[in-house]
């Protein structure tokens, strides 16, 4: 089968991405949010990424008119009936995304392939939900979508060949580089990212260095584009804090425990960038 129909679930930051990079490389895409308000919130979000790109050069205003014209909305799930491929990028909550791929099979076509951009949890939990789980990937993608060039293929003991073939192929074909991944919890990144953002945190707290002397060491020594905590504001805290808690219940290492602070920033609200501090302050 080929992909065509592309439907995307959650248009927050990595829905909104997902959708934008899909509609750019020529597929229909359909993006479903659960209300109208989140809706529009999440279309202005790609528009306004579109637009950006526009501006910087990088895409013309026929390619934007024609990525746009690809991209629809819905609040309905009926509405992804038609789609080839489901990509879900919804709540990091096992429920949540369990009980929404379970209502997606009973209304998409079966020959559609679904995937789950969960960062953290196992895609087997979520594939065995459907009546397809042969036709069920993670595709991990990575924060900012349109730059980022990864994305993680991840393949359960019940996926077949062929479907992991599609998906590589998909990924291709958005301009992005694939890795398999065996079903692991936090994959190949975050399996090395987090305990990394987790360890700077506590060395932090131990007072190994101010966030500044610690996040220019790691740039400049290293060559990151980030330092640990410019990172954490980036990715945000209490994503990072959801990430941690699943990897730490899957493995039981200390290694993937959230410090104490972490839990304290998330409960105080300072999330990151997004709410305007977090390890650093940030002009909203
Ligand atoms: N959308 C589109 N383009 C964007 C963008 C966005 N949201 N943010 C930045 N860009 C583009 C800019 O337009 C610029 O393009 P140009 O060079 O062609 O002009 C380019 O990216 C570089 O941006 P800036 O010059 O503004 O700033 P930087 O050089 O600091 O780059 C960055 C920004 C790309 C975010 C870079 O700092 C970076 O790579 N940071 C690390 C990001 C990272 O590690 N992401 C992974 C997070 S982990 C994750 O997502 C997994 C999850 O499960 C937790």
């Not at 039981?252 to 990151?272: D, N, Y």
Request: proline share 4%.
């Amino acid at each position: 089968m080929k992909i065509k129909n592309v439907g995307v679930l959650g248009c927050g930051l990595m829905g909104a991405g997902i959708a934008e990079v899909c509609a750019k490389a020529g597929y229909k895409t359909i993006v479903r949010e659960v209300s109208e308000d989140l809706l529009e919130k999440g279309m202005g979000r790609i528009r306004s990424s579109l637009e950006k790109a526009v501006t910087k050069g990088k895409l013309t205003d026929k390619d934007c008119e024609a990525a746009l014209g690809r991209l629809s909305g819905a609040v309905e799930l009926d509405d992804l009936a038609e789609c080839d491929l489901v990509i879900e990028a919804i709540v990091e909550d096992v429920e949540a995304k369990r009980k929404t791929f379970g209502n997606l099979d009973r209304v998409v076509k079966d020959k559609a392939i679904f995937a789950s951009n969960t960062s953290s949890l196992t895609i087997t939990q979520l594939a065995v939900t459907t009546s397809r789980p042969d036709r069920f990937v993670g595709l991990h993608f990575f924060n900012p979508v349109p730059v980022m060039k990864l994305v993680e293929v991840v393949n359960t003991l019940l996926t077949a060949d062929s479907t992991v073939a599609q998906a590589r192929s998909f990924v291709e074909s958005l301009g992005k580089h694939p890795v398999d991944c065996k079903d692991n919890s936090g994959f190949i990144v975050n399996r090395l990212l987090i305990p990394y953002l987790l360890d700077a945190i506590r060395f932090y707290e131990e007072g190994g260095g101010t966030l500044e002397d610690i996040d220019g060491a790691m740039k400049l020594g290293c060559g990151y584009p980030m330092g640990p905590f410019t990172l954490l504001d980036f990715v945000g805290l209490d994503t990072t804090y959801y990430i941690a808690n699943i990897m730490f219940e899957e493995y039981r290492e200390k290694r993937f425990a959230p410090p104490p602070l972490l839990k304290q920033m998330v409960t105080a609200g300072r999330l990151g960038r997004k709410s305007g501090r977090g390890f650093y302050r940030y002009d909203r």
